[in-house]
């Protein structure tokens, strides 16, 4: 994110949040093209709107699946993309349907780095070693 941008406005989040729902409920339903009738069960972790509304970041998760999983799967997705901006367009009230770009989540791939990092021999002998400033006063 640049140093120099807002924060989303209460408007984005509330818009972002209705995306999230109608895909979740898209993906639930199983309303998908015929192309992409043997993806795995989809989560819908977050929906990003640009300021001018244009276009929306979707970051979706295969159930049970592993980060290479998701990968592929946001490339399916990107390709029906068309189909799911006319679901956009036909359940939202906005002038123009976004963009949307499908992203695999990498939230949980990137907590699972860091679980790493913090149970790290190294790491763990660092927070165990007694601190210059805990003697007494």
Do not use: W
């Amino acid at each position: 994110m640049r140093s120099n941008s807002k924060p989303p406005s209460q408007r984005q989040l509330r818009v972002g949040e209705q995306i999230r729902h109608i895909f979740a409920e898209t993906f639930m339903c199983g309303n998908v093209p015929k192309e992409l009738s043997d993806i795995p069960p989809v989560s819908v972790m977050e929906a990003r709107v640009s300021p001018d509304f244009s276009y929306c970041k979707v970051f979706v998760l295969p159930l049970g699946g592993d980060h290479e999983t998701a990968l592929v799967l946001a490339k399916a997705l990107n390709q029906a993309r068309g189909f799911f901006r006319t679901i956009l367009a036909k359940k939202m009230r906005l002038r123009v349907a976004p963009e949307v770009r499908f992203y695999a989540d990498e939230s949980e791939h990137e907590a699972e780095k860091i679980e790493a990092l913090l149970s790290s021999e190294k790491v763990q002998r660092d927070l165990n070693a007694p601190r210059e400033d805990d003697g007494a006063e």
